[in-house]
């Protein structure tokens, strides 16, 4: 897959519930908002709940599909399925599909189906710092590694734009290492990192650029 430069919002409106493991879900909108991201930098959408940050994470992340606006990758305008080609929502993994369910995957067998050429499977473990005992686990029985195992297997799938879910401050005073580690890596690997908070108390100096999002 071709590397992604620029991704740029025009007028971009969304409404919608985003959900995330052990995260109470509330309706996040944004309206009218237009912005500019480049790659190899980090981003704090810095909001309160409700105020679009979370949509938007969400909506970049592939997982929303209901929006009005333009989304344009370098020039080219990105079809509404096709927003996780590039988009990864950190957090979460993938589920193989097999005929009438979804069978879940441990961290291990997520990071086997990636197609990246570029990272190789014990790279991304150790740059990640994930522990050999926890790869033959779910994503969701790692506790708060699942944060850097769910980046892994991001790029191990050749995704460039992630996407974190809304912050509060008790949320994002447990992940300040992790963000930190992951925001550097991610710089390194030439993506695009969002990270929507309720402030920026404490990771200041992992932030590129503070997105001021509010419901209009």
């Known amino acids: ?33 237009s912005y500019r991201f480049t790659s190899g930098k980090t981003y704090a959408l810095e909001n309160n709940i409700g105020e679009g940050g979370w949509a938007l994470s969400y909506l970049l992340s592939g997982r929303e599909q209901r929006y ?16 996780n ?9 993938i589920q193989y599909k097999v005929p009438f369910y979804k069978k879940s995957l441990t961290v291990h067998e997520q990071l086997e189906l990636g197609t990246s050429k570029q990272h190789s499977i014990k790279e991304l473990i150790d740059a990640f710092e994930l522990a050999p005992s926890r790869l033959d686990r779910e994503i969701k029985h790692i506790s708060n590694e699942r944060w850097n195992a769910s980046i892994a297997i991001g790029l191990a799938h050749e995704k460039q734009v ?48 503070i997105v001021y ?3 209009k």
């Open 213 to 215: 999002v509010k419901k």
């Open 162 to 209: 992630f996407c974190f879910p809304w912050l509060s401050d008790m949320w994002k005073e447990a992940l300040i290492a992790r963000l930190a580690h992951c925001s550097t890596l991610l710089k390194q690997y030439n993506c695009i990192f969002l990270i929507p908070v309720q402030s920026l108390t404490n990771i200041e100096s992992c932030i590129d650029e």
């Open 85 to 93: 080609i590039y988009g990864w929502y950190v957090g979460e993994g």
């Open 1 to 33: 897959m071709k590397n992604l430069s620029i991704l740029d919002l025009e007028d971009v409106s969304i409404s919608c519930k985003p959900t995330m493991l052990n995260f109470e879900s509330k309706r996040d909108s944004l309206k009218h908002f």
């Open 68 to 83: 009005s606006g333009n989304i344009i990758i370098d020039g080219n305008k990105i079809e509404r399925d096709k927003l």
